[in-house]
């Protein structure tokens, strides 16, 4: 089976741009989650979907948002890029909502 | 609010040797899981172990273990005979219950010394 995938790998974007993101989870897995990583922060949670809902929600801002296709595929957004918007964004999908969470490569994202 | 601490940012072990990163957690739930995640450099993040809050028994998958106190909301991860390829940043994690959401720790770097 293949495992998660995050569309682009690397990318740079300038302040004020917004930007999408992509993640494929494995297939039969219906739950995804994203997190973001910086090295001041560590791993945060952004949100989760199951069957294109959404059931979670971290503490970001409105300009992060998300959803989920009937394939199960997600894509982040963020809107009004920020500096401190440069980080790496994890999707993480798991067959159902407390499966075992399988983390793609990860989308780095720069924001000059 | 639920916190996870790593109190060591960075470990270095000699090769074949044993090695214990420290993990602590706050909650005042009862039942939840806990998680070791590896994080190897530029490659993609995997599960090392889970444990389960209401299973007293330690969690073990080959050269790795967890000494789970959960009295003392620690949850600590021993790699015995360590190698190369466990270098990697590892992730403690909490799943609170009440709604899945993983709470991760800030990490620590595991550097193996030939």
């Known amino acids: 089976k293949a495992g998660v995938t995050q569309t682009p790998r690397y990318l740079i974007k300038t302040r004020g741009q917004q930007v999408t993101l992509s993640c494929s989870p494995i297939?039969?897995?219906?739950?995804v989650s994203w997190y973001q990583q910086t090295p001041g922060q560590g791993l945060q949670f952004l949100f989760e979907y199951f069957s294109e809902t959404q059931r979670n929600k971290g503490n970001f801002p409105g300009r992060f948002s998300g959803r989920q296709f009937s394939n199960s595929r997600s894509e982040m957004n963020v809107s009004t890029l920020e500096l401190g918007d440069s980080a790496l964004y994890l999707c993480a999908s798991s067959l159902a909502v407390q499966g075992q969470q399988y983390f793609g490569p990860g989308t780095r994202l720069t924001v000059t | 609010a639920q916190t996870v601490t790593q109190s060591q940012p960075e470990m270095s072990v000699q090769e074949a040797e044993t090695v214990t990163l420290s993990c602590t957690y706050d909650?005042?739930?009862?039942?939840?899981?806990l998680f070791w995640y590896k994080q190897p450099p530029s490659r993609q993040m995997i599960l090392v172990i889970r444990?389960?809050?209401?299973?007293?028994q330690n969690a073990t998958e080959n050269r790795f273990s967890v000494n789970f106190q959960k009295a003392a909301k620690s949850f600590s991860l021993k790699i015995s005979d360590s190698q190369l390829g466990d270098a990697a940043m590892y992730f403690c994690?909490?799943?609170?219950?009440?709604?899945?959401?993983?709470?991760f720790g800030k990490g620590t770097r595991l550097h193996i010394l030939p």
């Open positions: 994690a909490y799943r609170r219950p009440r709604d899945d959401k993983i709470i």
């Open positions: 909650t005042s739930e009862s039942d939840y899981y």
């Open positions: 444990q389960e809050a209401y299973k007293q």
């Open positions: 297939s039969g897995h219906r739950s």
